[in-house]
């Protein structure tokens, strides 16, 4: 069935060092896909977005990544700070079916330690 | 400026009880979503509005469950007789349009006892 779901639930990193979290999907017909963050008793964040016909997409100090051959999304964080501490979700809005619903994944914890 | 705002911020009810949860979109925004997320999960889409129409509500769990947004701006997400499993965040999100970003509102937590 259609899903979008994370590799690992849980990420702890040294503040400084480089993040990468993982998200793979199942629907190889999906054409959008979003990067959010949530902090505690937040709601969820746009971070950066990237639509199938790239493979790369750059922000500021983050990079998403898509592999549509294996159907596989990343995050990049470089230089992870404190404030990155949160969940991470990805996110899936398909053209063309329910107006602009939003299909997300599980979530990756990801903490930073100073 | 303002973003998406929600009201309450945190809810118990006991159940069986009816509960009314309000969320005030970015002014101008003409779509308006509403999702559930439990602990320790994603966001799960509920319903969607165009302006005042509900193009899609496919996500509503049961017909316990009741959206509106009667002049195009602000959206209730009314619950009756709730269970324990309505326990949850209900988030609320706006756009410009079907194809911008989705802004997120703080949620409103739930707790049904």
């Known amino acids: 069935g259609e899903s979008v779901g994370l590799h690992l639930p849980t990420l702890s990193v040294q503040e400084g060092d480089n993040s990468i979290i993982n998200c793979a999907y199942s629907?190889?017909?999906?054409?959008?896909f979003i990067w959010y963050k949530q902090e505690s008793g937040k709601g969820p964040q746009f971070i950066i977005d990237?639509?199938?016909?790239?493979d790369k997409r750059q922000g500021q100090r983050v990079t998403v990544l898509l592999n549509k051959t294996v159907k596989h999304l990343s995050l990049q964080i470089a230089a992870t700070q404190p404030g990155d501490s949160a969940v991470y979700f990805c996110?899936?809005?398909?053209?063309?079916?329910?107006?602009?619903?939003?299909?997300f994944g599980r979530g990756t914890q990801l903490t930073v330690w100073p | 400026g303002a973003g998406v705002s929600q009201s309450p911020r945190y809810k118990v009810a006991k159940r069986g009880q009816d509960v009314a949860l309000r969320c005030d979109p970015i002014?101008?925004?003409?779509?308006l979503f509403w999702y559930q997320q439990a602990l320790g999960q994603g966001p799960e889409f509920l319903t969607y509005?165009?302006?005042?129409?509900?193009?899609?509500k496919s996500g509503l769990p049961s017909d316990r469950f009741f959206a509106e947004r009667p002049e195009g701006s602000v959206s209730t997400l009314k619950i009756q007789r709730t269970q324990q499993e309505d326990s949850a965040v209900y988030l609320c999100?706006?756009?410009?349009?079907?194809?911008?970003?989705?802004?997120f509102g703080p949620g409103t937590r739930l707790t049904v006892l």
């Open positions: 002014s101008g925004h003409v779509s």
């Open positions: 999100a706006s756009s410009q349009a079907i194809t911008n970003e989705q802004f």
């Open positions: 996110a899936e809005n398909k053209y063309g079916s329910t107006l602009g619903r939003l299909y």
């Open positions: 509005f165009q302006n005042e129409a509900q193009l899609d």
């Open positions: 629907n190889s017909a999906s054409d959008y």
């Open positions: 990237i639509r199938s016909n790239m």
